[in-house]
């Protein structure tokens, strides 16, 4: 991780710490004087953590956003195939061909709508879910943070804080 004042960079995907949105500690004129910044362990933790999410949302929901473009490009693709007329003085096997491959370009239309419904929903739920919780302060915001809490003994908690050592 680097610390810069941007914490996603679409340039060449990397991320950054967004600094300026971790509470610093207090310390002594002196050491600020220095350029020395401290952070409280469970704030700093916190604040990461959140920054990862919101970068790994975001590049989430880039990529849904692409597969639904190329999603409607094949769409249209074959919509202008299936509206083609059928070939008019042609033996009865060619128009035949033709049938069929309609009927197959119309399914594969279906499967490709719904594929499109699925990755538009999904989206609208993601953005819908994450409207409620910045709402909601209380909750925390972060999947990997509750995983952690989740497995986290008493013990290991206080050596991750530094209560107590190994």
Do not use: C, W
Request: hydrophobic share 30%; proline share 4%.
């Amino acid at each position: 991780l680097r610390a810069k004042n941007k914490y996603y960079s679409d340039m060449d995907g990397s991320f950054a710490l967004e600094k300026n949105h971790i509470p610093t500690a207090r310390i002594s004129k002196d050491l600020e004087n220095l350029g020395v910044s401290a952070y409280a362990p469970e704030e700093l933790e916190t604040a990461v953590i959140q920054q990862v999410d919101e970068a790994l949302h975001k590049i989430e929901e880039e990529k849904k956003k692409s597969q639904i473009k190329e999603l409607e490009t094949v769409i249209d693709g074959l919509k202008h195939d299936i509206n083609q007329p059928f070939p008019v003085g042609r033996p009865q096997k060619e128009v035949d061909k033709a049938r069929a491959n309609r009927a197959m370009k119309k399914k594969r239309l279906e499967e490709q709508e719904k594929k499109l419904q699925a990755l538009q929903k999904s989206l609208n739920i993601k953005s819908d879910q994450n409207s409620s919780n910045s709402n909601d302060n209380s909750k925390s915001k972060s999947k990997i943070f509750d995983s952690v809490n989740e497995k986290e003994t008493e013990r290991d908690r206080l050596i991750r804080t530094g209560a107590i050592t190994p």
